[in-house]
């Protein structure tokens, strides 16, 4: 199993942010750190602090040299996917292709209607979402792209330059529907992230991917695995180690531990010493 962390820009501080990314930079175990894509926070009161995330993880790539990167999930419907493109071709451009690119078809009820972002019924999300990974990936690795669907339209459409991954940084799923949301992942997703619910639950949703896998042509195996698994106030990293292990009975590749505000950067090394401690961790400590 690897190891990855979270921070969401919400209910917290710049320097706080920052101080955590430089950190776990330096703490080999952690192979990459992510943030969410929303404007409110989406714990606690709605309106407190948030800062924009694509703003936020292009500072924190500047700020970091060996820690991968992404947004757990980009909600498709605030960005055009063109735009999404070439916001994402620049990033792994700036961070030295350690982009991993997460997008959903998005769900936030109360920003998109604060912000007259339509969001649309739920069929609408997905056939839009559908769409839209079209049209990354074709802009993403493409010289032009040509694309007439509903949602988006695109002539001739260029994206240069484009990032160091080929043919286009790792695309990250998330989301547990089993008819649409598992099956978009089969086709077009290197990484598929189960955001909440049990072990249990995991493996069901787990098999219905690999279903979706054997209809579309493709080998599961080469869709990475990972999972959230939140670290309690009360710094319990015992058992977020249990968690993991009961996950990676699983079959999950990756554990994405989220930490919650406030956040404090000397929760990462004890974090880091549990996770070597337990032998889940596929990296070894540096002599």
Known sequence: MRFAFKTSPQNTTWPDMLSMWRTADDIDVYESGWTFDHFYPIEGDSSGPCMEGWTTLTALAQATNRLRLGTL????????????????????????????????????????????????????????????????????????????????????????????????????????????????????????????????????????????????????KAITLSAHIWLNAERDYLSVMDEAAAFGEEGLDLAIIYLRPPLDATVLEPLAEAIRDSGLSLRTPEP
Request: charged fraction near 25%; include cysteine; glycine fraction near 10%.
């Open 73 to 220: 999930v980009t909600g498709i419907h605030y960005r055009h996917p063109a735009v999404l493109a070439n916001m994402a071709s620049a990033l792994d451009i700036i961070s030295n292709g350690r982009l991993e690119l997460g997008i959903g078809a998005g769900w936030n009820e109360e920003e998109s209607r604060a912000y007259g972002i339509e969001l649309g019924t739920v069929k609408e999300r997905m056939d839009r979402f559908e769409e839209a990974c079209q049209v990354l990936i074709g802009l993403l690795s493409q010289e032009t792209t040509d694309f007439d669907g509903r949602f988006y339209q695109l002539q001739s459409a260029r994206n240069e330059p484009k990032g160091p991954q080929r043919p286009h940084p790792p695309i990250c799923m998330g989301g547990s529907g089993e008819k649409r949301t598992l099956r978009i992942t089969a086709k077009y997703a290197d990484h598929w992230n189960f955001v909440l619910g049990t072990p249990e639950e995991f493996a069901r949703k787990r098999d219905v991917l690999a279903a979706h896998c054997a209809d579309v042509g493709r080998d599961p």
